[in-house]
């Protein structure tokens, strides 16, 4: 998937929570706060993390899957 379409896909998802999978294996799981032609930014949902914010470059993005509500 080109960074075009993850960006305009996160563009439209923005507000809502989802999980993000990076190549390297990663997994983070959040509420879209930012999204630009760089970066995603998330803020955390797990309770460890404490709402802290998670920042994701688009290039190293696998898949994003929205949770449902």
Do not use: C, F
């Amino acid at each position: 998937m080109s960074y075009q379409n993850i960006e305009n896909l996160l563009i439209r998802l923005r507000g809502q929570v989802v999980d993000v999978t990076a190549v390297s294996g990663a997994s983070y799981n959040g509420l879209i706060v930012e999204v630009t032609n760089d970066y995603v930014a998330l803020k955390a949902q797990n309770r460890s993390d404490d709402g802290a914010l998670v920042i994701v470059l688009l290039h190293s993005i696998e898949s994003v899957r929205p949770q449902a509500k």
